[in-house]
T-cell receptor, first 111, second 115 residues
Framework: DAKTTQPPSMDCAEGRAANLPCNHS???????VYWYRQIHSQGPQYIIH???NNETNEMASLIITEDRKSSTLILPHATLRDTAVYYC????????????FGSGTRLSIRP | DSGVTQTPKHLITATGQRVTLRCSPR?????VYWYQQSLDQGLQFLIQ???????AKGNILERFSAQQFPDLHSELNLSSLELGDSALYFC??????????????FGNGTRLTVT
């Protein structure tokens, strides 16, 4: 079973910041938080990941709470092309990884 | 382009048949993962290989098998196909770096239709 909880759907206006929450209250110390997205039946795309510090790259920012029990993915200026299903997953530091995806959040960007 | 190549892109076959899906990982990646995604469903983890060895198994049916070859490409074999096996099959690879700190990179999938 997935170890994360995400809202099933969200929407955001184009040009605004999209903030996608994820709860991972049972996360352990050696587990990373990863975000991926899947645009309509394409292969999932890696977005960002982190362990305990906040992270930023050209696509998004990841804010992880101090207790690591939740995180937020921020798309700073959402465009219509950001419409996708966003998956938050936790990945253990191990060579044998059942990397399990949950249901994700379906993000709709409105013009 | 993720660097992960899956062939064929589309496959149509009849019930009872056997098919082989192929995946070439990104250059340098040692781990390969297979996922199944049925229509409007989530990604179901099937199996993981690392450098030729099976390392983790998910809900993979006994009719399905996989292997990773010395050149690191992987094949997923599906036999005695049923209508319910119709799905997108994705392959992903990850690098040799520290396990949790290595993203998955997915191919564009093989769409299997069983008629």
């Amino acid at each position: 079973d997935a170890k994360t909880t995400q809202p099933p759907s969200m929407d955001c206006a184009e040009g605004r910041a999209a903030n996608l929450p994820c709860n991972h209250s049972t996360i352990s110390g050696n587990e990373y938080v990863y975000w991926y997205r899947q645009i309509h039946s394409q292969g999932p795309q890696y977005i960002i990941h982190g362990l305990k510090n906040n992270e930023t790259n050209e696509m998004a920012s990841l804010i992880i709470t101090e207790d690591r029990k939740s995180s937020t993915l921020i798309l700073p200026h959402a465009t219509l092309r950001d419409t996708a299903v966003y998956y938050c997953i936790v990945v253990q530091y191990s060579s044998a990884s059942k990397i399990i995806f949950g249901s994700g959040t379906r993000l709709s960007i409105r013009p | 382009d993720s660097g992960v190549t899956q062939t064929p892109k589309h496959l149509i076959t009849a019930t009872g048949q056997r098919v082989t899906l192929r995946c070439s990982p990104r250059s340098g990646d040692l781990s390969v993962y297979w996922y199944q995604q049925s229509l409007d469903q989530g990604l179901q983890f099937l199996i993981q290989y690392y450098n030729g060895e099976e390392r983790a198994k998910g809900n993979i049916l006994e009719r399905f098998s996989a292997q990773q070859f010395p050149d690191l490409h992987s094949e997923l074999n599906l036999s005695s196909l049923e209508l319910g096996d119709s799905a997108l099959y994705f392959c992903a690879s990850s690098g040799p770096g520290r396990w949790g700190n290595s993203p998955l990179h997915f191919g564009n999938g093989t769409r299997l239709t069983v008629t």
